[in-house]
T-cell receptor, first 109, second 113 residues
Framework: SQQGEEDPQALSIQEGENATMNCSYK?????LQWYRQNSGRGLVHLIL?????REKHSGRLRVTLDTSKKSSSLLITASRAADTASYFC?????????FGAGTRLTVKP | DSGVTQTPKHLITATGQRVTLRCSPR?????VYWYQQSLDQGLQFLIQ???????AKGNILERFSAQQFPDLHSELNLSSLELGDSALYFC????????????FGDGTRLSIL
């Protein structure tokens, strides 16, 4: 069963715009991770944020975590056509990884 | 390239049959994870092995089993296959267990006819 729920399910933006995706989850976590999946390929790890962290940055990516609201957000700034992919959040608690259904991001050139 | 190798890339078989999927983890990684991705169920965690021992179990059916060998490669065995087992099966590996990013292979696409 899935743990996280991404919102929105699909997002379409123009190149150069920012994209924000949200993830909500139900139970306790050790960490939350964001992954990207290009069509038909394996998932690529983007960023891991631990339960005692509130914000992390990696290049054009910014992830926030609010454990009181059981939610996380992924911000991609200055998006590019190459960012077109599905994005998944995954919660990890005692080695039990649960993925959300994903957000399908389309960046139009 | 994630460094995780899965074979075969595609597998077509019939209901009732048994198949074995193989995964070679990234060099140095001790943990191997198996996932099933289908349109209706999304990405489901099946099972994790760490240094040859089963570490965590997810939504793995009794018809499915896995093992991790001394050289750390892993195999996922699927038996008495049903139409609903058609899916992408991913293997991922990580350095240790827990609190680590996972590196995914490109998957094995299993089609049951």
């Amino acid at each position: 069963s899935q743990q996280g729920e991404e919102d929105p399910q699909a997002l379409s933006i123009q190149e150069g715009e920012n994209a924000t995706m949200n993830c909500s989850y139900k139970t306790s976590i050790n960490n939350l991770q964001w992954y990207r999946q290009n069509s038909g390929r394996g998932l690529v790890h983007l960023i891991l944020i631990r339960s005692n962290e509130r914000e992390k940055h990696s290049g054009r990516l910014r992830v926030t975590l609010d454990t009181s609201k059981k939610s996380s957000s992924l911000l991609i700034t200055a998006s590019r056509a190459a960012d077109t992919a599905s994005y998944f959040c995954a919660t990890d608690y005692d080695n039990d990884m649960r993925f959300g259904a994903g957000t399908r991001l389309t960046v139009k050139p | 390239d994630s460094g995780v190798t899965q074979t075969p890339k595609h597998l077509i078989t019939a209901t009732g049959q048994r198949v074995t999927l193989r995964c070679s983890p990234r060099s140095g990684d001790l943990s191997v994870y198996w996932y099933q991705q289908s349109l209706d169920q999304g990405l489901q965690f099946l099972i994790q092995y760490y240094n040859g021992e089963e570490r965590a179990k997810g939504n793995i059916l009794e018809r499915f089993s896995a093992q991790q060998f001394p050289d750390l490669h892993s195999e996922l065995n699927l038996s008495s296959l049903e139409l609903g087992d058609s899916a992408l099966y991913f293997c991922a590996s990580s350095l240790t267990s827990g609190d680590q990013p996972q590196h995914f292979g490109d998957g094995t696409r299993l089609s049951i006819l």
